[in-house]
């Protein structure tokens, strides 16, 4: 099981950080770790995801790699997203999930950022 | 990457099939088998439904089915149910090493 946690409102220009805690399984397993988001009324983007094992390889959306980072806690078997300088277009429902191999069969249940003064 | 182009919605009676294209380019779903499709409900997680393009999740009916042809790739529900209603969603594994979702396609029973 995966669930996000983190903050529900975040000022523009500031930092969204949520964490994603892992359960049933091991971050440093084989498996891919990524974030989703979905934006109100929109479709799914994909964000970024890292593998531990794979020699901690970590791989971003091109569109929003220059504002986000991933990073990892295996004491905690956790693992985080950061998203910097967020405006309201960041606005969304953020998902993390497993991936065995290119595809995302365990999703968290979601949680939702909204960028507002 | 640009999303992936599903058609906006779909929809069947009871018992019909139907069938939920994805169509992207030689650099995502002509270029590799990692194709996947998410069944999601109103205030749901996406529901892992087919992987690699053909193989069903674990638990999924056999009236899901997936194939792909050429920069498209397919999902057909059979014996269409009310509970099939839902938003469906395609991913690819891309030349970049990243993943690309489609455009979502409401499906109405």
């Known amino acids: 099981q995966l669930q996000e946690s983190g903050p529900g409102l975040v000022k523009p220009s500031e930092t969204l950080s949520l964490t994603c805690t892992v359960s049933?399984?091991?971050?440093?397993?084989?498996?891919?770790w990524g974030w989703i988001r979905q934006t109100p009324g929109e479709g799914l983007e994909w964000i970024g995801a890292f593998s531990f094992s794979y020699n901690r390889v970590t791989h971003y959306n091109p569109s929003l790699k220059s504002r986000i980072t991933i990073s990892v806690d295996t004491s905690k078997n956790q693992f985080s997203l950061n998203v910097n300088s967020v405006t309201a277009a960041d606005t969304a429902v953020y998902y993390c999930?497993?991936?065995?191999?290119?595809?995302?069969?365990?999703w968290g249940q979601g949680t939702l950022v909204i960028v507002s003064p | 990457q640009s999303a992936l182009t599903q058609p906006a919605s779909v929809s069947g009676s009871p018992g019909q099939s139907i069938t939920v294209s994805c169509t992207g380019t030689?650099?995502?779903?002509?270029?590799?088998?990692?194709v996947s499709w998410y069944q999601q409900h109103p205030g749901k997680a996406p529901k892992l439904m087919l992987y690699d393009v053909t193989k069903r999740a674990s638990g999924v009916s056999d009236r899901f089915s997936g194939s792909k042809s050429g920069n498209t790739a397919s999902l057909t529900i059979s014996g269409l149910q009310a509970e099939d209603e839902a938003e469906y969603y395609c991913?690819?594994?891309?030349?970049?090493?990243?993943?690309?979702f489609g455009t979502g396609t409401n499906v109405i029973v």
């Open positions: 999930a497993r991936d065995p191999g290119f595809r995302y069969d365990e």
């Open positions: 049933g399984d091991s971050i440093s397993s084989g498996s891919f």
């Open positions: 991913m690819s594994y891309t030349s970049a090493v990243t993943f690309v």
């Open positions: 030689i650099s995502d779903v002509g270029g590799y088998n990692g």
